[in-house]
């Protein structure tokens, strides 16, 4: 089977494989757009156009080089507004690379309703795998753009029943393709669920980040994940009207302190273009300057993380070193 990512040493982009050593500087968790399922109804509000998206969006990757930053994984799963064929314009324009995702969001924001209809019928895990596997081998929709990675989800305190069955379908498609699969979690809880869920139906703890974990400081809810073998998705700085990047900043440097950045991956959770109607203006102002900035990391919490006495090296292994020995599927060290 033709793989999402193998030891080939091969990972599917919008524009096509690369080299997995070519990836350089890495952010793991941004997004190119975003529409709530919805979006599509409210013709009122169509959100920005095509060439706006594309203005807005470049000025943000030329940001991002200018700081050094060759690479991103979009994981925008399928029902929250993908756009893969605007990715890969926006990649050969701007000569950066973007790793698109397959998957399903969480059942609270996802687009739940069709698999509720499918499912009165037969179950939908492997109409689900099979989708997923589709996209990460032969491409998403009339494309031949492959997704790398797959993308799940889960909402605060539970997995719902829905999510599981995603999960379970998520298993199934990285054992049959080996691709990695990169998670979704609230207020840092259930991540320690969805590793259990994922790593019992076959995947290696290795080839999962569960994404969002800055979203709680619980130093023992890191380690945990930690010595189960996955990696931490610190992904979400900036976003500091969900959970304070103070928070943040110290509970990552505790974790660098004891020698686990092999295993920590960075990003904002920016999103760039909202379809539909956006946040409005007064809104976002009082989200605060930093979100949703994909400069952030380079530009504030690098200084605040040397400062409170992490190394360059540390900083360097989780931009680069870990997304590349991630996708290539190689186990971290722990220390
Ligand atoms: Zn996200």
């Excluded at 998957?103 to 019928?121: I, M, N, S, V």
């Excluded at 009339?142 to 069955?165: L, N, Q, W």
């Excluded at 994940?225 to 505790?254: C, H, M, N, T, W």
Aim: glycine share 10%; charged share 20%; hydrophobic share 40%.
């Amino acid at each position: 089977m033709n793989t999402a990512n193998t030891s080939s040493g091969l990972l599917n982009t919008v524009t096509g494989p690369i080299g997995i050593d070519e990836l350089g500087v890495t952010l793991m968790h941004e997004h190119v757009m975003i529409g709530y399922p919805g979006w599509e109804a409210d013709s009122l509000r169509p959100g920005p156009r095509r060439e706006e998206m594309l203005a807005v969006a470049t000025d943000r990757i030329q940001q991002m080089q200018s700081r050094g930053v060759q690479s991103m994984l979009d994981p925008c799963p399928n029902d929250l507004g993908r756009d893969v064929e605007f990715s890969a314009e926006l990649s050969a324009a701007t000569g950066f690379n973007i790793i698109c995702a397959t998957g399903l969001y969480k059942e609270e924001e996802g687009g739940k309703p069709y698999w509720h209809f499918r499912g009165q019928f037969g179950p939908v895990v492997d109409a689900m795998a099979e989708l997923f596997i589709h996209e990460l081998t032969v491409g998403i929709g009339a494309t031949d753009i492959k997704a790398g990675i797959i993308k799940v989800a889960s909402g605060k305190g539970v997995v719902t029943d829905y999510e599981r069955d995603i999960l379970q379908a998520a298993a199934l498609a990285s054992n049959a393709t080996g691709a990695p699969i990169t998670t979704h979690t609230d207020s840092g809880t259930m991540g320690d669920e969805q590793q259990r869920l994922l790593v019992a139906a076959g995947v290696p703890a290795h080839k999962i980040i569960i994404g969002h974990s800055c979203g709680t400081a619980d130093h023992d809810y890191h380690v945990n994940l930690l010595e189960k073998g996955s990696y931490l998705g610190f992904d979400r700085f900036g976003i500091d009207v969900v959970y304070p990047d103070a928070e943040r900043v110290r509970s990552l440097a505790a974790l660098l302190n004891k020698q686990w950045q092999q295993q920590i991956v960075v990003s904002h959770d920016s999103v760039w273009c909202w379809r539909g109607e956006p946040i409005p203006a007064a809104v976002s102002a009082g989200m605060g300057e930093t979100i949703f900035n994909p400069t952030h990391f380079h530009d504030h919490i690098i200084p605040q993380l040397l400062a409170a006495g992490v190394s360059q090296s540390q900083i360097d292994t989780m931009l680069v070193d870990n997304p590349r020995r991630f996708f290539a599927g190689t186990a971290p060290v722990a220390p």
